[in-house]
């Protein structure tokens, strides 16, 4: 099993990036699949989530009307979709998969106790 994520880069505020997390070697469409973030100094957070197998999402208070997760599962992709982006964005973020047993259990949750890719940086300069 492998996640690999893409798509950080340094960008102005006010810009928009999209990040992208392909899976391979797991059944894409049973799973939760979370992308998180760690800023320096500070404890990694959940940002959204999407639940694959009915497309459900979820998204923390500080992104949700900015930050959108998509996927695709021809390519067993994951999006995240950054708009409007904020120095305070500025973190490496990760994405994590894990089965989801029930589409009533908790996506970040589910995803967080799963495989976890390599992070990819995303820099927000004022």
């Known amino acids: 099993v492998q996640l690999q994520a893409s798509g950080g880069g340094l960008v102005q505020a006010g810009d928009s990036l999209r990040l992208s997390c392909a899976a391979s070697g797991l059944t894409f469409s049973s799973r939760a699949l979370g992308w998180f973030r760690q800023a320096p100094g500070k404890e990694r957070e959940g940002v959204s989530c999407i639940k694959i197998s009915d497309g459900s999402t979820y998204s923390d208070d500080s992104v949700k009307d900015r930050f959108t997760v998509s996927n695709d599962n021809a390519k067993k992709t994951v999006y995240l979709e950054m708009n409007r982006l904020k120095p305070e964005d500025t973190a490496v973020y990760y994405c994590?998969?894990?089965?989801?047993?029930?589409?009533?259990?908790?996506?970040?949750?589910?995803?967080?106790?799963?495989?976890w890719g390599q992070g990819t940086l995303v820099t927000v300069s004022s």
């Open positions: 994590a998969a894990n089965f989801l047993p029930h589409v009533a259990h908790p996506c970040m949750i589910t995803a967080a106790r799963g495989v």
